[in-house]
């Protein structure tokens, strides 16, 4: 027994020696692969990074892939209901402060981060008003959905020139088209093309308790509409003005603080600036409106009667030169005739009273001098009477003596003139002036004037006549009560756009 005690001691003896022989080794020789660890980590990684199909032999690594999938499944279906649920609260609870939107900017973010990589949530969609701003300003995307772009134009020229400033904020889309570039418009093309019309009567008359303001009345809808106030200075706005249109723009000459100046008004745009100065400084002069172009001659100047013209380009809003008159003059009228431009009246250098007239032929590019063609100068004295008040409907020149006040129709073909009857104001106590007399469509407008009681008082009212319905000027009929005036006119010009 002992002997086969010592027997088995020996071999346990050996047995461990064995076991610490083989221990030293596999330190050397992990001390030995040190070198090689950089690539056995490259190796290592490149083998986790392949993704290796799940071992079929296996019947409980099937069970757990299975269980894997399922609660993926789960992850993802709930990551999308807090994505809806962020998408909705961002929209509804849009707030324009900044803190409610870095909040609501914030939240997807979160929502997106706490997914895994391997299975992120969808986005969510942009907001509604994003979509359309960006569809808006694609070429592909019509004007008005539904219909095609030249339906559309139709539809936006049939609406009134005043409200085409707020519908440009309804998209890019309609901004480009209500907009003017390179003196193109698709909007305004298309009214010319389709023939609509929109008819404005600009006045600036005696205010009873404020400050003169310029004032539009539509004939057609019967409605009154106050112009912006005008951003000119006090000597300006205190001054002796005169008024002109020229396609949308109604023009206001006049001496301010820094001279001669001439104001604006875009109807389009529905405001006021300062327009190039005229190339010659005048006041007292005769001027009439024909589509895009204002026209402008004689007048006065430093004291002197001059001769020179020149006409105003709305699309280009340049000044154009015109060849002088034959005879200089002041305080003469002007009128579009037969597409020709007349010059009617007025007081000579010599402060001679003028009989004669002259139109511009602009294929000729001169004047034609008419004589005689306001004979009623004889008894009217320039300066002391309004000049000729005049007015053409459908190609028939009518006046108004300022000292009888009776209507008066122009012959082109005799060079005389022949008597309709009275206009509805005496006038007479202030020798035609304060009174608007204007051609509106197919009718003549008396706007204001001194009333029949006399004493310097004058009317508030607007009567019209249809010149091609009364052989004679009787059937006036009352239009509409001037609002917030005594009814003495400073200004008046129409625009028909």
Known sequence: MEGQSEVQEQKRKATGKRRLSSSSSSRSSSSSSNGNASADVEMATATLSVPKEPCRSFSGRKRSNHKNKKSAKKDAASRNTQGECVESSSVVDASPSQEANRSTSQSPLDASESSTVSDPSPAPEPEVAMVVAAASSREDVPIIPGLSDNTALVILALIPLSYHQPLKRVCKKWQRCLTTVESTNEVLDMRKFQGVKETW?????????????????????????????????????????????????????????????????????????????????????????????????????????????????????????????????????????????????????????????????????????????????????????APPLVAVVKDQLYAADASTMELNAYHKGTNTWRPLGPVPYRSVDASGWGMGFKAVGDEIFVIGGSSDRGNGTFCDQIHAWPPAQMQNADGWRLVGQLPNTSGFIYNCAVMIV
């Open 201 to 385: 009567v600009f006045l600036l008359a005696s205010a009873r308790q404020q400050r003169q303001q310029w004032r539009a009345f539509d004939p057609v809808y019967n409605r009154w509409r106050c112009l912006p106030q005008c951003p000119c200075d006090y000597t300006f706005n205190s001054c002796d003005k005169e008024s002109a249109v020229a396609g949308t723009h109604l023009l206001v000459t006049g001496h301010s603080s820094t001279g001669t100046t001439v104001w604006r008004y875009d109807l389009h745009t529905n405001e006021w600036g300062k327009a190039a100065k005229m190339l010659q400084s005048r006041c007292l002069f005769a001027s009439a409106s024909h589509g895009k172009y204002a026209y402008f001659a004689g007048g006065s100047c430093e004291g002197s009667v001059i001769s020179s013209a020149e006409r105003y380009n709305s699309q280009t809003r340049k000044w154009e030169p015109l060849p002088d008159l034959h005879v200089s003059r002041k305080w003469c009228s002007g009128c579009i005739l037969d597409n020709k431009f007349f010059v009617i009246g007025g007081q000579g250098s010599e402060k001679q009273a003028l009989t004669s007239g002259e139109y511009y032929d602009e294929s000729e590019n001169r004047w034609v001098i008419v004589e005689n063609m306001w004979p009623a100068a004889r008894t009217q004295p320039p300066g002391q009477t």
